[in-house]
Structures are given as structure tokens and as C-alpha cells.
């Protein structure tokens, strides 16, 4: 199928505004009479609050407010909780706090100068308790207990089998067993969280400027926490400096704001600072111990997997275990595997707590199955690309239900790894590798083979409770389209723009639809007022959505202009086609309607128009997700979740200097399949972006809690993120192997890149180091985690 | 509170005679006081370069200097450089053709440290670009196509 718009170098929309510093991020928003925030957060890991003085700050000229966590739910409610578990969270602490970080008092002042000034004037009387930092030994009976509410700081443990394992493992010739830690990082996006709160009292209407998601999907969750009726709220967008996941409700963020400026009556911006985003902003990725086995037969051929983790959550449960449920959407990868056993434990400690990030859980999981493969082609001499080749799913075998229940729509894995191994010019770096290792010099090639699950349903939130507190099943895109009377076309987003191209990308399929240039399409965004049910980035999902949004939205309008042009020229609708943005009749183009002449028609002269036509021309279409199923009762089948998958291989190359343990990347391969490709220069950007913060993942980014619970990783100075300086040459190519399910055939690509990369670095530093017997098997791989592994391995 | 300094500073162009609070870093007073939201806080600790302005044409972090130390300088930020009637900048122009930015908030900082360096150097190679702009963190694209951007920038100037 050839398109003319969908598929090209569409120049991007989002770019005039964000070029010329008019891009209107939550920073930029000034209200008349708007006060600053800010936030006294613990020290300590762990603590009991037993008293906190604040007549110093509020005595301060130009402090409006300062709050308690127990004066703040005199205006707000607690922190939504998707969990089924007592975990309760407030936005401020009260009794307790449970994390270094945790906010224990808000202060509003006419700037921000005077609300840190008067920040620094509370004083809060700490009783010190224990902290709970490693997550095994607070899995033991005797523990320090983060919640009192709760029995044990286990909060929630479940081992499913999937098909036949123990059959599985009886039948295998050789079992591969590998231990794998991968420690917790965030999406550090640029751009922090922040929030401005605007309240009427007369009416109970508060109004709230933010750079969060989810408005249009879960807007109840906000008006809920902020105690303002649901009808009452009104939750406009930003443009967003980067989220990467970490800004789908930001709870605390919009409590803060909403709780000052209810507290004050007088509008209230809260911008977490470094520190707050850092510290405390509830979306931390996974922080997990594997132990996982995977069993093989005599030929090779890879029978069953076994996961036992243990997962460190932090000090809350906000999402419950979601970032298993995505976790499960591809844990046996893109292989035949025929069993599965998934145990896992999640664990309550004095960290902040996990959330979203670019993965969700997954990106652990190819972690570990690829490292895993690895060992086995190492233990069976097999070479790795050939044991992968051999247990691909093949093309003709999709769609495909692996044993969790999700279903794969389609992929040509193989393809993609011939075309890695083309590209990645492997003669000149093995022979590189040789003649370096002559030198006493480290060189590595890498390989991973991962899966990229994109276009979540919601079932995954929750499926892993037999009982789960909202078993929602709806995951929805929205767009509204209008065509006004001059035939300008208007598309209104219900999603936020969080630094993908939803503007560019509705552009493209409206022109498709209507054969009219991309360029003259408008896009605005709607507010939760305004907006219909739309979830928004997140899952790899957007592109899928919206363009089944747009497309249906176009569909619905163009027939409606079919049918009114068909009318004016006095011809059935059937002989009229819609071509280069008029409407004509088929196999005579010179009797034909201008889009403009229609819409005219269509807007003022109901009269003319078919008997049963509204006026004017306006749809708002929700697209559901296309192709969701939901799990048994039993959770033998978690249904089909995740099912438009993509594909990467990935080959990294690098040298690795085991006495310093710097690991230099010198070349970077990488091949995708995200199905038809809808503007190839944006998703090569999403692509590209996404193995740098792998990078991040493979060798720097960690949380670092000291043994007495405090963070030593609290700014941009000790969490490292990539710079220029660690950033090779990347190379991307495609294949495209197009869905089944979806619109155009797209499938999403905007975590590929960091659910790969991450597992293909470790390979190439694992290949590096193998002369000197070290397996690479946690991550991040730190210059002091490198030469402890030489070093242990001598 | 010690008294206000005075200070005269030109901004993209215009003279402003202001009084600022000894401790107001630059940063806020483009932002607050002139409206400039070109200029984005990331870190506020110098570390990612997100408010990278140019003060006398050199790359400065806005949120390490004080407006107080302004007096008699001249301080260019991203507002200045499309023209009014929306014709892009070269190096502006560069970034969108390339697709070197996503989310946008490093993009003013990376526009500015490219134009220092384009005016120093206006025919960089990869490795100039990637010296000049290894202060600037980026979070979305990886930074290749940055890279493409202000090479493509100096190969049209």
C-alpha cells in the first residue's frame, strides 16, 4: 500500500514555537496575582514527625501560607492509589515520613526567592527510625516496617505458571541459570513537574495549568485528590519539557499547587526543582534481583523460562505492580518459549516510590532474557546470532499468543537480524577486536534481538490481582475535527504534546484522508473541559491511536462532504470520490466541488443539502483500542494487551579498559521494525533518543541510597545522564513489517531504543571482557562495578 | 534585604535601566522581569545548560550569574534570533530540518552555544560541535541529529 503523505519526511509541526522560546511549558504560565511554592522535604529515610514549627516562616514579609501535611488535608484528599493494599500516601507527610525526600511542609510567597527563604525557617523535630534500604533483608520477619497498616513490607507476591513448566524443565537437556540486578533509575527529563492552581471559592471551580497526562483519561483522579467536584475542574495542557512517562498524574505536584492555592484563595505555581524531581518524584523505574533459568532441548531449542524477582518499590504502591502486567506483555521475548513461570515480590522500602519510565518494566525484562541467550550460546557453543535465528518466532506463525497470553501481530525477526548483521560491518570488527586484544586491549561487539510491545490496554494495571480495585478496560484516543465554512481544516488533541509530533502526525493522516497538504492543517489542544477520552502518550501508543482517531474522524466527515457534493452536482455518492482536496465525480474530474464549496454548502444552505443532514461539519472520534482481550479467571491467559509489537536488534561496539573500567562506545547498529513507518526522520529521532538514555541505563544512571537510608544521588552532578561525550556514531535502519490490527499498518517505536539498548551494551562489554572471564550481569556497568567484576574474576 | 542595584543592561537589542535585587540571578530576570521565556530552568545548579544565554556573545549560564552583574552588558537570548516576521535563523532553520530537537526545552541553549561557536568557527566539523555543546545536556534526541544541525547550519552560512 503507498500513501502520499503517511510514511513521509513530513516537515514537523511542534518545531516554529519551541525554536523561538514561545513554547508555553508550565514555567512560562503567569496568572495575575500568582504566588510560588515551595517544599521542605526530609532528610531522613525514615523518621517520625513529632513536631513542626513554622511561626519563623510564616512571620516572614511575603509568605501568603504555610502548610502541614495535616493542615493540606483540610483542603485536598489523599494521594490516588491504584492499588489494592492499604498503602496510604498524602502529598505531605504527616506522622511519618518514609523516604529522604518526602514532603513534610509547603510554603507560598509573592516569589520564590521568599518561599525558600522562609523553607529554611521551619523547623521540624524528627524522631529517627531505622531505615528499611535493602529490600531482602526487609523481606524478613524482623524488619523495620515502611507501613504499620501492612503485616509485612512484602506488600504483594504472586507466582504464576504459564503452560507446562515443570514438564518443560523434566524434558530439558540444559538449564542456563544467570542472576541479573538491575538498579533504579528515572527519566530525568529536562523539564521538572509543575503545577498552577487557580481556585474560585464562590464556585468551587478550581482551574489547573500542568505538564501532566492522563487529563483526559483520568481527570475524576485529580478532582478526587484536589476535593473539587469533577464538573468543577478544569485541567489545561502544556507543552511539556520531556516526561518519558514520569508525568502521567504527577499527583503530588498538582496537590501541592491545588492545596496552597484552596489554603490562600490566590492562584499557586509549584515547579519542583532539581532536587524535588530527583528525590521525590514517585516515578522511579524498577529496581530488581533476578533469578531466572532458562531451559534448552538437545537441538538448541529454548523449552522454558523461569523469573523469580524480587522488586524494590519504594515507600508507596501508587500504580500497584503495573510494571509487571507490561513487564509480561513479551517476557519470553521474540522466541518460541513454551512455558513460563513469573514469581515476583514487590517490596516496600524507604526509597521513593516507583512509577513510569520509558519501558515501564519491560525494559528489565529484555534485560534479563537477552543476557540469559547470551550465557546459553556461550554454554551450548553456539554462536549467539545463530541460537537467536534458531528460536525466532517465524513469519508465517503470527499472529501469535506467547505463553502469558498476550498476542504478537506480526515481525520477520530474522529480517531484522540479517540486516543487523549486514550493516554492523562485523569482518572489520572482529578483525579490530583480534589485533586489539594482541595489544592487551578490550574490544566488544554486542548483540541483542528485543521485542518492543506498543499500545497498552489497561487490563495490564491490574490483571495480576484476582480481585483488583478498578478493573478498567477502556485505554482510548480522541480527536475532534472540524472543517469550517471556508474549507480550513481544525483538529483539535485530547493528548498532551510531551515531546513526540501528535500535531505532525494527525496532520499527515487528515492530508492522507483528503488528499490536502499537511501544512495547512491546525492543531490545537483540548482541555479536560473540552477534550474527549483520550490516555495520551504513554505505551508506545500514540501514534497508533491517534491515527486511528484522526482517520476515523476524516472518514466520517469526508463521506459527509461526499454526500452533500454528490447532491449539489446531482450524482449518487458513490460516483464521487474525494481527490487532492476536491470532491469530483470518478472518471470525469471536471465536474467537481472544492472543499471550501462544500463546506459552504455544508455550514449555511441546509436546505440544498440532503434531507437529514446536520449542519456544518464537525466529529469527535474515540478509537478503542483495537485489539484487547481480557484475562481468565484463573490468570492462566492474561488475554491479548500489548499486541502491536516491534522489533530491534541491536549491535553496540565498544572497548572496555578493565583497569580504569571506562567503557568507550565506538559504533552503534541498530535495525527496527515498528511496522509501516508514519515520518521515518521522527521515529529515527525517537529511535536515537532511546538508545541514549540506554546508554544511560547500560552505564551510568543508578540511585544511589547510602546504608542509613539518605540519597547520594540528589542532583544532575551524582545522576548522571549522557552527554555528548558518551554518545557514538548510531546507525538506524528499518524494516517494516506492517499490523494487522491497526490503521495504516503503524506499529509505536518511542521506547524501542531504551528497551534494547541497555542489554545490547552489556552484551558488548560482557564479549569485551570474556577473555578475562567476566559476565556481565548488572547494570548500571559503573567504571567501579567493571573493575570489581576483573577484579573478582582474577 | 541590602538595597537594589541599578544596573544598564541591553537585551536583544534593548537598552533597559533597571533595579534589580542583589541576588536575582539572570535567569530570573529575564524570565520575570523581561518575559523572556526562551531561557529554561533544568537544574538551576549550571549542570545541563538548558538556560544558556549569550552575554557579551559568550555562552553563559543564566542560572549561575546574577542580573546585578549585568551592568554595561549585552545579553542575547532565543527571542532574539527569528525575525519578526517569523523567518527562522539559519541555525534555527538547521534544527528543524534536521530534527534536532523533540520536547524543545534544551533547544534555546543548544541554538545559543551554536551560534558562539558558528561565529567563532563558521565551518565546524562534528567534533568541533560536539566540544562546543558538551555542556548542554539533552534528554530526547540523543544528540546526533544536533550534531547534524549545527554542521548543516555552518555549511548554509
Redesign the interface.
Given at each position: 500500500m503507498s500513501y502520499k503523505y503517511v510514511g513521509k519526511p513530513t516537515p514537523r509541526k511542534e518545531d516554529p514555537k519551541l525554536l523561538t522560546g514561545r513554547a508555553g511549558y508550565i514555567g512560562d504560565v503567569v496568572v495575575p496575582g500568582m504566588l510560588h511554592a515551595a517544599v521542605l522535604r526530609s532528610p531522613h529515610a525514615h523518621a517520625r514527625i513529632r513536631s513542626i514549627d513554622a511561626s519563623a516562616a510564616r512571620a516572614l514579609p511575603g509568605v501568603v501560607c504555610v502548610l502541614t501535611g495535616a493542615e493540606a488535608l483540610e483542603h485536598i484528599g489523599p494521594m490516588a492509589a491504584f492499588c489494592a493494599e492499604p498503602v496510604p500516601q498524602t502529598a505531605i507527610a504527616t506522622e511519618k515520613v518514609r523516604y529522604p525526600g518526602e514532603a513534610v511542609a509547603v510554603v507560598a510567597a509573592t516569589d520564590r526567592y521568599i518561599a525558600e527563604d522562609a523553607r529554611a525557617l521551619i523547623e521540624v523535630d524528627y524522631e529517627v527510625l531505622e531505615p528499611v534500604v535493602d529490600p531482602i533483608a526487609a523481606m524478613g520477619p524482623d524488619a523495620a516496617r515502611v507501613h504499620d497498616t501492612l503485616d509485612s513490607n512484602v506488600v504483594f507476591h504472586r507466582s504464576l505458571d504459564f503452560g507446562d513448566v515443570e514438564g518443560d524443565f523434566a524434558r530439558s537437556a540444559t538449564v542456563v541459570r544467570r542472576t541479573g540486578r538491575w538498579h533504579r533509575m528515572c527519566a530525568t527529563p529536562l523539564e521538572t513537574a509543575g503545577a498552577l492552581a487557580s481556585w474560585d471559592p464562590y464556585t468551587g471551580a478550581m482551574t489547573v495549568w500542568s505538564n501532566s497526562n492522563f487529563y483526559n483519561f483520568l481527570p475524576w483522579v485529580f478532582a478526587g485528590i484536589l476535593g473539587v467536584p469533577t464538573n468543577r475542574l478544569r485541567l489545561i495542557p502544556c507543552t511539556v519539557g520531556g516526561s518519558f512517562g514520569s508525568k502521567h498524574l504527577i499527583m503530588q505536584v498538582v496537590a501541592i499547587a491545588g492545596a496552597l492555592a484552596k489554603a490562600t484563595g490566590r492562584p499557586v505555581r509549584y515547579l519542583e526543582d532539581r532536587f524535588d524531581n530527583i528525590a521525590a518524584n514517585d516515578n522511579t523505574g524498577p529496581d530488581r534481583h533476578y533469578d531466572a533459568e532458562l531451559a534448552f532441548s538437545p537441538e538448541g531449542e529454548m523449552l522454558s523460562l523461569t523469573l523469580k524477582i524480587i522488586d524494590d518499590y519504594g515507600a508507596y504502591f501508587q500504580f500497584a505492580h503495573g510494571q509487571h502486567g507490561n513487564a509480561m506483555a513479551q517476557p519470553t521475548g521474540p522466541y518460541r518459549i513454551g512455558s513460563l513461570r513469573y514469581d515476583v515480590a514487590c517490596v516496600l522500602t524507604n526509597k521513593v516510590q516507583q512509577g513510569f519510565f520509558r519501558g515501564a518494566g519491560a525494559d528489565p525484562g529484555n534485560f534479563i532474557l537477552e543476557r540469559l541467550v547470551d550465557a546459553a550460546a556461550e554454554e551450548l557453543g553456539i554462536d549467539g546470532a545463530e541460537l537467536r535465528r534458531r528460536n525466532f518466532i517465524q513469519p508465517d506463525e503470527f499472529p501469535y499468543k506467547i505463553p502469558t497470553g498476550n498476542v504478537y501481530d506480526s515481525g520477520n525477526y530474522a529480517a531484522v537480524l540479517d540486516r543487523a548483521l549486514e550493516i554492523a560491518d562485523l569482518k572489520h570488527w572482529k578483525a579490530e577486536q583480534e589485533r586489539l586484544r594482541a595489544e592487551g586491549r578490550y574490544l566488544g561487539i554486542g548483540l541483542a534481538s528485543c521485542q518492543e510491545r506498543t499500545g497498552y490496554n489497561a487490563s495490564e494495571w491490574w490483571f495480576l490481582y484476582d480481585n483488583p480495585p478498578l478493573p478498567a478496560t477502556s485505554t482510548p484516543e480522541s480527536v475532534k475535527l472540524q472543517v469550517d465554512a471556508m474549507g480550513g481544516v481544525l483538529v483539535e488533541l485530547g493528548c498532551p504534546l510531551w515531546g513526540n509530533s501528535p500535531e505532525t502526525v494527525v496532520s499527515q493522516v487528515i492530508a492522507e484522508e483528503f488528499g490536502i497538504d499537511p501544512a495547512g492543517v491546525a492543531v490545537t489542544y483540548a482541555d479536560s473541559t473540552t477534550g474527549a477520552m483520550s490516555a495520551g502518550p504513554g505505551g508506545s501508543r500514540l501514534t497508533i491511536m491517534l491515527s486511528g482517531a484522526a482517520r476515523g474522524a476524516a472518514r466520517t466527515i469526508r463521506d459527509k462532504m461526499t454526500r452533500i457534493a454528490a447532491h449539489a452536482m446531482e450524482m449518487s455518492p458513490d460516483d464521487v470520490e474525494c481527490v487532492d482536496g476536491t470532491f469530483r465525480a470518478k472518471g470525469a474530474p471536471g465536474t467537481s466541488m472544492t472543499m471550501g464549496e462544500v463546506a459552504m454548502r455544508a455550514h449555511l444552505f441546509a436546505h440544498d443539502n440532503p434531507a437529514g443532514e446536520s449542519s456544518g461539519l464537525v466529529d469527535t472520534h474515540t478509537y478503542d483500542h483495537p485489539y484487547a482481550t481480557p484475562p481468565n479467571a484463573d490468570r492462566t491467559d492474561m488475554g491479548a494487551f500489548y499486541p502491536m509489537v516491534s522489533h530491534a536488534c541491536h549491535i553496540p561496539i565498544v572497548e572496555v579498559d578493565p583497569e580504569t573500567g571506562r567503557v568507550t562506545l565506538l559504533k552503534y547498529y541498530a535495525v527496527n521494525d515498528c511496522g509501516t513507518i508514519m515520518n521515518p526522520p521522527l521515529v529515527e529521532g525517537q529511535i536515537m533518543g532511546g538508545i541514549v538514555q540506554g546508554i544511560g541505563a547500560a552505564l551510568m544512571e543508578q540511585y544511589e541510597y547510602r546504608d542509613d537510608g539518605t540519597l547520594g544521588t540528589s542532583s544532575l552532578r551524582e545522576y548522571l545522564i549522557p552527554t555528548l561525550n558518551e554518545v557514538p556514531d548510531i546507525v538506524v535502519e528499518h524494516v517494516q513489517t506492517p499490523s494487522p490490527f491497526t490503521e495504516y499498518g503503524v506499529k509505536g517505536a518511542g521506547e524501542g531504543g531504551r528497551l534494547v539498548a541497555p542489554t545490547a551494551i552489556a552484551s558488548a562489554v560482557s564479549d569485551a571482557l570474556r577473555p578475562l572471564g567476566v559476565f556481565v550481569d548488572e547494570l548500571p556497568m559503573t567504571p567501579e562495578r567493571i573493575v570489581a567484576a576483573v577484579q573478582a574474576a582474577r | 534585604m541590602p538595597d537594589k542595584i541599578r544596573i544598564a543592561v541591553t537585551v536583544n537589542g534593548t537598552a533597559h535601566d533597571v533595579l534589580v535585587?542583589p541576588?536575582?540571578l539572570l535567569l530570573?530576570f529575564l524570565?520575570?522581569q523581561l518575559?523572556?521565556?526562551?531561557?529554561?530552568?533544568?537544574?538551576?545548579?549550571g549542570?545541563?545548560g538548558?538556560c544558556t544565554v549569550l552575554v557579551d556573545g559568550e555562552p553563559t549560564r543564566a542560572c549561575l550569574m546574577f542580573a546585578a552583574q549585568l551592568d554595561g552588558a549585552e545579553v542575547t537570548?532565543?527571542?532574539s534570533?527569528?525575525g519578526p516576521d517569523?523567518t527562522?535563523h539559519p541555525v534555527?532553520r538547521a534544527?528543524?530540518?534536521n530534527?534536532g530537537?523533540?520536547?524543545?526545552?534544551?533547544?534555546?541553549g543548544m541554538?545559543l552555544a551554536a551560534c558562539a561557536l558558528l561565529e567563532r568557527n563558521p565551518h565546524p566539523e562534528p567534533s568541533d560541535v560536539?566540544e562546543a555543546?558538551?555542556?548542554?545536556?539533552?534528554?530526547?534526541?540523543?544528540?546526533?541529529?544536533?550534531?547534524r544541525s549545527v554542521v548543516a547550519a555552518g555549511a548554509e552560512v
Open positions: - | 535585587e541576588r536575582t530570573d524570565r520575570d518575559a523572556l521565556t526562551g531561557a529554561h530552568a533544568g537544574c538551576e545548579q549542570a545541563c538548558a537570548t532565543v527571542e534570533l527569528a517569523g527562522l534555527q534544527f528543524t530540518e530534527h530537537l523533540q520536547c524543545g526545552f534544551c533547544t534555546p541554538l560536539r555543546l558538551s555542556g548542554n545536556l539533552c534528554r530526547c534526541t540523543g544528540y546526533q541529529n544536533i550534531v
